[in-house]
T-cell receptor, first 112, second 113 residues
Framework: QKEVEQDPGPLSVPEGAIVSLNCTYS??????FMWYRQYSRKGPELLMYTYSSGNKEDGRFTAQVDKSSKYISLFIRDSQPSDSATYLC????????????FGKGTRLSVIA | DAGVTQSPTHLIKTRGQQVTLRCSPKSGHDTVSWYQQALGQGPQFIFQ???????QRGNFPDRFSGHQFPNYSSELNVNALLLGDSALYLC????????????FGSGTQLSVL
């Protein structure tokens, strides 16, 4: 079993839809959870960052962490064609210099 | 404020050759990490440099080596290239203390023929 599992999609939704992206993980030591957005031929861009369990909201984006279920989610409200990208979940066990463990990424297309 | 910059953007090599990739971290950052991203996969950690020393290393062979310079910039060297080394190589910078947030460059796309 991989440490971080993420459905690679692709996921195709109409403009304005609510998008739900998810990851599961096996390492209970993970405490820091991140979502990165990666456009084609570009590096990942940090989108959301959460420590431990709970919710975090930033504009149209909401990140949720459920450590008891080892499950994290990213919700995108009122999705736009510009949201079309690959979304990578990432997590680490420690602070600062602990390497990130990434999921495979979910490819999202928002159709106008 | 310049972000993380990497060079070159694209590179084509043949099997057995050696390659050097370069990275300048985001202004103020002192730690550089390198990741390999194969097509359709998430990035995988190669190694991390701080104070010009390799601090942590992922599951990569010794053919992968690196260096960090006093100005915090870094190089990734890969010897005896294999076809399987074809990937996007990403440099990420951060603070050694107090931040879990990595900032990535746009990467170097390496093709090994």
């Amino acid at each position: 079993q991989k440490e971080v599992e993420q459905d690679p999609g692709p996921l195709s939704v109409p403009e304005g839809a609510i998008v739900s992206l998810n990851c599961t993980y096996s390492n209970s030591a993970f405490q820091y959870f991140m979502w990165y957005r990666q456009y084609s031929r570009k590096g990942p861009e940090l989108l959301m960052y959460t420590y431990s369990s709970g919710n975090k909201e930033d504009g149209r984006f909401t990140a949720q962490v459920d450590k008891s279920s080892k499950y994290i989610s990213l919700f995108i409200r009122d999705s736009q064609p510009s949201d079309s990208a690959t979304y990578l979940c990432a997590m680490s066990a420690g602070s600062g210099n602990t390497p990130l463990v990434f999921g495979k990424g979910t490819r999202l297309s928002v159709i106008a | 404020d310049a972000g993380v910059t990497q060079s070159p953007t694209h590179l084509i090599k043949t099997r057995g050759q050696q390659v050097t990739l370069r990275c300048s971290p985001k202004s103020g950052h002192d730690t550089v990490s390198w990741y390999q991203q194969a097509l359709g996969q998430g990035p995988q950690f190669i190694f991390q440099y701080y104070e010009e020393e390799e601090r942590q290393r992922g599951n990569f062979p010794d053919r992968f080596s690196g260096h960090q310079f006093p100005n915090y910039s870094s190089e990734l060297n890969v010897n005896a290239l294999l076809l399987g080394d074809s990937a996007l190589y990403l440099c990420a910078s951060s603070f050694w203390e107090g931040s879990e947030k990595l900032f990535f460059g746009s990467g170097t796309q390496l093709s090994v023929l």
